[in-house]
């Protein structure tokens, strides 16, 4: 397999054919002659999906509540609370991104139990379903982008992508092609059968208690203040920033690594969701654990990985080499370049 840890760095004089096979033999990656086979499918289909109103209702209050909690930050509450409302967003943050995301949805590194632990309790916090419901989806995404089998596919909205496709029912062929995916290793996990058999006592102590109860126990925070702003608006905001690399992430931004898939690079994105806007990268070698190549944007979850890694938590952590890296940007600029001269020609 064409991935590597840190610990090494081989350099081979000829990468094409290296990187045919890292992209192909990646966890994750997509079959682009089935994506393709899927995207007309789904042409030919008329599928209108059934509203979940009880959804809609609970998303309408969420987002009210979380109005209420900016007012509280703007006008009523303490500066500490604002620092923690910061900090807690960051810490439920990092349970999706170096958790259900990186960890458990794409086993680009291993973990030991501390590191499990403590991401499975910061996952809780943010509340986004479970750790297997949220990789199931996540791997669905990927081997099947843009696509009706993926569950927030862009084609159909960027409404849709960002937060529609929670509320409504699930498209047939998402059903279909997602029996076909091999959660074993996340199903046999027992901190995660932990996690889903106690999902909602745990939600309720980390997502929404103890962050209150640090604001009111810490320095004297009222506790609806606290309750509005480092709970409630703290996880309507996370809730965004993951969406916005559903929805923006796919729209704004610019695709070095494959031109032919939606997802683009966003700085801005990045420092939103904490390193998670090299997005064209992470489709394109789904299994790096960086999710980025280059080392000067601001990646939090690598950060909070190395440090995992440094503690003795964390290993196995994959990296695409450099020359692989470099050669699939090359291959872009020459398809590019190949679109121009067709272009060219045809206005002639």
Known sequence: ?????????????????????????????????????????????????????????????????????????????????????????????????????????????????PARVILMVLNCMAFQTDVIEWSYDHRCHHKWTDTDADPHNINRGFFFSHIGWLLVSKHPKFIEKGKQLDMSDLLNDPILAFQRRHYHPLVALFCFLLPTWVCVWGWGENALVGLYTAAIFRFCWTLHTTWFINSAAHTFGYRPYDVNISPVQSVWASVAALGEGGHNYHHTFPQDYRTSEWEFTLNFTKMVIDGFAALGWAYDLKVVPDD????QKNKQIEILKSRATTASFGLT
């Open 324 to 327: 692989v890296i470099n050669c």
């Open 1 to 113: 397999m064409i991935i590597f840890t840190q610990t090494e760095a081989p350099i081979v004089e000829n990468a094409v054919p290296r990187l045919e096979k890292a992209i192909k033999e990646q966890f994750l990656s997509a079959d682009l002659d089935e994506v393709i086979r899927l995207r007309e499918e789904s042409k030919k289909q008329d599928f209108k999906p059934t509203i979940i109103w009880g959804l809609v209702v609970f998303f309408a209050f969420l987002h009210f509540g979380a109005l209420i909690g900016a007012y509280h930050l703007i006008f009523n509450a303490k500066w500490q609370t604002v620092v923690w409302t910061f900090i807690s967003a960051i810490l439920s943050g990092i349970g999706i991104t170096a958790g259900a995301h990186r960890l458990w949805a794409h086993r680009s590194y291993k973990a030991k139990w």
